[in-house]
């Protein structure tokens, strides 16, 4: 399963700060969660989506609801609390491991179907939305080379750029 976390950091005085505390910090805690396999971080280049995207590989709801994750991760932002945003969390069925994506690569998502991704050579992952917000309750992922992207191609999705290696546990 795959847990999406997203949202926007209204605060640019803090943001670096904030983003090393998540990358450096969190993503290494809740990789160490029983039940997360990965964890890698994104920031949205274009689209309408928040600007920041976490996607973690998760056995089941259930390591969520634990105590290990509430103790090692869920939850621990009370020093950036007030300057996030647009906060979303997502669990959804489809892929049992996220694709990890490179430096040299992005990460394109549509919510509109699969048919952008497609149309432009790729095969993209469906995803479907099983708890938390639920919402959207669908989305295909796909990777693409930074070399074969072209603007103009890439209307319509959310394209995103690593910040991090994909974490594996």
Known sequence: MIYTVECNYAEPASEAEWNGFYSLEKLPALISVSGFSTSQRFKALSGDCPAYLALHSVDALAVLQSDEYRQKGGGNFSRWQAHITDWKRNLYAGLDRAVAVGADEYLLISEEGPQALIGLGLTPFALHAVALDNAP????????????????????LNVYRAMTRQLRS
């Open 137 to 156: 309750a669908q989305r295909w992922l796909a990777k693409l080379a930074c070399t074969q992207a072209r603007a103009s191609d890439l209307q319509g």
